[in-house]
């Protein structure tokens, strides 16, 4: 065989390699880490998997905010409870995303040069209390109705991470809904606070979904290996369809003229979203990207010598107990 | 001095009378410190009455592309099976 030959030859094996792999994920057969896997199946996950855990570890950032800040001790103990849950999240992530043959550092390496994304809507400022009721039921609302999907796709780490994820994200969505209901029976003053946050969060919120089916370039392959199992467009409706009745319970207006349901395709059609915008944030220059990773940088940076002392600790603890076996 | 935190691989117990499963891995300095961080990342629900934690490297894992060699061997075998034996049909208790 001559060595072009040989080459096709390789392709060829690679391809009916593939196909059986794909015919494996649909036929609902999971993959292991350890699995034969094609480079592209390696690649876009630790991609999209490290994505998802930036995205929680930053997610951070916005609500930390304003922990000392709550109204009261019982909203204090929630909010501290969610951020820790979403430090959770991000690592049953990490570690999901380990099993691929990355390490840790690279990953976090990776979140602060800026060569890994995160969710853009955490580059949002959180300007009022209000503000964490209305990251609790959109943002943790929208993130539930991405993340349901995932339980069963076809990486096992992921979906068993997806599944942890899921059981938690409830309570975070209910205790944002509670806040904003809370302030919607409070003052005049309270009310409009509420629906101001729903004023700035909506749109960030709809666009957190992804950009539209057209513009969307992953979504065939995407869907092959289940890590989609729905359009972003389709997605974006749900989002929409069950999200507009719960602002209507709390006398909230989903702020978009043109929103109304259509008893045609039993759906709510909705305005325009503002891509110009959402390319913005998503190329880093929305309102907070600069501050978000400075800020999760210096609490890395400022925690090395903690790392470092535990390190040291550990070594002495394990040179003392050699001594002691020795004699 | 830069170095980095070892990974552990994290088995729980979720109640007595059940096995301990495996449900992630975690870095950590030392088995102390990987028990205690296995507790707040993993059990933070009540998940959990029994941990352990196992340094990965200590961990030796069979590879699926030997999984013909390492598992055939059992696939052959009909008659470690009850159903492979012929019985007279109105037998009971059986
Ligand atoms: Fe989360
Ligand atoms: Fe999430
Ligand atoms: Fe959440």
Known sequence: MSHTEKKIANADQIRSLEEMFDAKIARDGKIEPKDWMPEKYRKTHIRQISQHAHSEIVGMLPEANWISRAPSLR???????????EAGHGLYLYSACETLGISREELYEQLHSGKAKY???FNYPTLTWADMGAIGWLVDGAAIINQVPLCSTSFGPYARAMVRVCKEESFHQRQGYEIMMTLCNGTQEQKDMAQDALNRWWWPALMMLGPTDEQSTHTE??????LKRKTNDELRQQFI???VP??????????????????ETGHYDFGEIDWEEFWQVVKGHGMCNKERISARKKAWDNG????????????????SQEAKQAV | MKKN????EVFVRSKNGLEHRHFGSLHAPDAEMALKNARDVYTRRNEGVSIWVVESINIKASNPDDNEEMFEPATDKAYRHPTFYDLPDDIEHM
């Open chain 1, 241 to 243: 369809d069950q999200t």
């Open chain 2, 5 to 8: 935190w070892p990974l552990w």
């Open chain 1, 246 to 263: 719960q602002a209507d319970i709390i006398g909230l207006n989903i702020p978009d003229s043109e929103l109304k349901y259509n008893n």
């Open chain 1, 221 to 226: 392959q995407s869907m092959i290996w289940k």
């Open chain 1, 75 to 85: 909203r204090k103990v929630a909010l501290l409870a969610k951020v820790q849950d």
């Open chain 1, 119 to 121: 969710s853009s809507i």
């Open chain 1, 304 to 319: 090395e010598w903690v790392r470092d002392a535990a390190v040291a600790y550990a070594e002495k603890q394990a040179e």
